[in-house]
């Protein structure tokens, strides 16, 4: 019981500093691997919170090879592991990819949930894959409520796209005690395409609304009027 308990704590331990190792770039990185060659060593299996770190680790590093074959290791994969790896995928640009693992994850039987969309959406924007955007209308189909982070990927793949009315229809879904960010970013948007009347127009929306501006964000101005 001892020695189980103590190999419960050193998993633990590593755990904690995998996920350190995923934000200080390339000496995170090696370090990371040296954990990965310990885990192997010692023959540990990779359950779900061990191997999700590790992909984590591997997928924030831009290292997406790893990532899959630690995923592909796994004897267990629930949303965590699916969602990091999903995530990892899009956050270095791999579009495509990214929406072919979502659809292999919903294939198994696992259910996305709100961070799993962020990644999806997320990549949508970066690709400029605006019919995949349909997505967007799976969340509540899941029964999760849409956040202010699934409202700006929309909108920033609308307004990449130049479709700045559907941007500002989506806008107009976000609930007024949300934060201004979509609001903001869709006004941004007006005033880069010159469109100084729909600008104000969000302007005044936020006004009308009470809705707060983003903390560090104000709208672009020009020397226009």
């Known amino acids: 019981m001892l020695v189980v308990e103590q190999l419960k704590l050193e998993q633990v331990t590593l755990g904690l500093v995998l996920v350190g190792c995923a934000h200080v770039g390339s000496v995170g990185l090696l370090l990371g691997k040296s954990i990965h060659g310990l885990i192997v060593k010692n023959g540990w ?15 924030k590093c831009g290292f997406l090879k790893n990532a899959s074959w630690v995923f592909d290791m796994m004897q267990d994969r629930n949303v965590k592991p699916w969602t990091v790896l999903i995530c990892g995928s899009a956050q270095h640009g791999y579009g495509k990819e990214t929406l072919f693992m979502f659809e292999m994850m919903k294939e198994v039987g696992v259910r996305p949930n709100e961070l799993t969309f962020t990644g999806v959406l997320s990549a949508c924007a970066q690709a400029g894959l605006v019919e995949e955007g349909r997505y967007f209308r799976m969340i509540e189909e899941y029964g999760l409520e849409p956040t202010i982070q699934h409202y700006g990927c ?52 936020m006004v009308n609304q009470n809705v707060r501006k983003a903390r560090g964000s104000s709208f672009i101005r020009s020397g226009a009027g």
């Open 154 to 205: 929309v909108v920033d793949m609308f307004g990449k796209a130049g479709l700045l009315g559907e941007a500002y229809k989506v806008m107009e879904m976000v609930k007024p005690e949300n934060d201004g960010g979509v609001y903001t970013l869709v006004s941004d948007l007006y005033v880069l395409g010159e469109k100084w009347d729909d600008a104000e127009r969000v302007r005044k929306l």
């Open 45 to 59: 299996v990779l359950n779900v919170e061990l191997g999700t770190v590790l992909v984590d680790m591997y997928a």
